[in-house]
């Protein structure tokens, strides 16, 4: 039997005229996944995309893992093809989906038959087909909602496909369809995941990482390629952009009123991601900032922030609480190494009582009291690190 793998669009059906344009770009991302684990056939038919084996060295498995994270899949499945006779779908049926059948109680089958001259009509194929699978598994019965499995048949023109379960894709739109933008990407639980949702969106994303040695360690540098590692395997390849920031921060801190100090710094490090983000062009950048959640992140706070540069600025947690940001943290793979205990520089210099109602007004007071910072953040932006980050090389680190 030959097995090839099914993924099933999602959102990409009802874009309409400029729907070729996402499975073009659909395409091109799971032929560039798959192109490590030998020869692959990416191609589409009607609302589905693809992936063909076309020699026994093809890792089917990890080829099947990969596609589950690209987004602009709402569902895939295995199958294989036969030739078109009845007799020969039985039977293939029986080989291919006996084992799980055997574990089932109750089961279906669906057929759809796009060529019109199999001399069977789907309700004939589904009829016999379960009668026979019937014969071969007595235990089982027949359940047309909901059942353990439903045995999928589908006549095409090139021959029978006979899907096996389905699984849940990654939805979404696909990568790089809505833009770039540029996630700030801390070490903390929430900024990983917001990348996540925001590529879910099509964003293309780049990533920026505020580093203060020496009282933020390598090893939360180490921290943070790790999650960008883990985050790549749903959003693609990217570069982290690390930027030297001891300098600024200690001048915030040494001329500025200590209950300011964090949304300064905050204010800062937009400026500094702005500088970088027109660099390379993206159209927004992104925050992993949960309203209320700490004392930067109320209304009056975040308003102050936004007003430090002019790229539309992203939060897609706004509205989530921390249980739901673990629970995709979880989901993701980026909860482990969230949780390991080494600061970054958002959590360094933090005043015991910061103002969680700042205004704009005194805001900028105390910025004009501190001439010096733009000097210090363009310098920062300067002498920015690049560090190129692989999918298919996912950052190993040992904690």
């Known amino acids: 039997m030959k097995e090839i793998i ?16 996402f499975e073009a770009v659909l395409a091109k991302s799971m032929k560039y996944r798959l192109k490590d684990l030998g020869n692959f056939k990416v191609y589409k038919a009607q609302s589905c995309m693809y992936a063909e084996p076309m020699d026994d060295n093809c890792d089917v498995d990890a080829a099947f893992d990969r596609i589950s994270k690209i987004f602009g899949i709402i569902r895939l499945s295995r199958s294989v093809v036969c030739d078109k006779d009845f007799d020969t779908i039985c039977k293939t049926a029986e080989e291919y989906l006996g084992p799980t059948l055997r574990s089932c109680k109750t089961f279906k089958v669906e057929a759809k038959r796009s060529d019109k001259k199999f001399p069977m009509n789907s309700p004939e194929i589904c009829r016999e087909l379960g009668a026979y699978l019937l014969s071969k598994h007595p235990h089982l019965r027949v359940k047309v909602k909901d059942p353990d499995l439903v045995v999928m048949v589908e006549i095409r ?17 696909p990568v790089g369809t809505s833009g770039r933008a540029l996630n700030m990407l801390s070490g903390g639980l929430d900024s990983p995941v917001a990348a996540y949702y925001m590529a879910r969106r099509g964003l293309a994303l780049h990533h920026i990482h505020f580093a203060s040695p020496p009282y933020t360690s390598e090893r939360a540098r180490m921290k943070v390629e790790e999650l960008a590692g ?39 490090m937009m400026r500094i991601a702005s500088i970088i983000g027109h660099e390379i062009d993206v159209q927004a950048l992104i925050t992993g900032e949960s309203l209320a959640q700490v004392a930067s992140q109320t209304a009056w706070a975040l308003a102050c922030t936004d007003s430090a540069q ?9 509205g989530l609480d921390k249980t739901e940001i673990v629970e995709v943290a979880r989901k993701i793979g980026t909860y482990e190494t969230s949780i390991q205990p080494y600061e970054d520089c958002c959590t360094i210099f933090t005043p015991p009582h910061p103002k969680t109602r700042p205004t704009l007004t005194e805001i900028l007071e105390a910025e004009a009291a501190m001439p010096g910072l733009a000097e210090l953040e363009a310098q920062a932006a300067a002498e920015v690190e690049r560090v190129r980050i692989r999918m298919d090389q996912p950052q190993e680190v040992e904690f």
């Open 157 to 173: 023109d090139f021959g029978a496909y006979i899907h096996g379960p389905k699984f849940p894709g990654a939805g979404g739109l």
């Open 310 to 318: 002019d790229i539309p600025i992203l939060r897609p947690l706004i």
């Open 6 to 21: 099914v993924a099933y669009q999602g959102e990409m059906t009802l874009k309409g005229l400029n729907r070729g344009t």
């Open 230 to 268: 883990i985050i790549s395997q749903y959003t693609g390849n990217c570069i982290l952009y690390v930027v030297p920031y001891t300098k600024p921060q200690e001048y915030i801190r040494d001329h500025a009123p200590a209950v300011l100090f964090t949304v300064l710094m905050r204010r800062s």
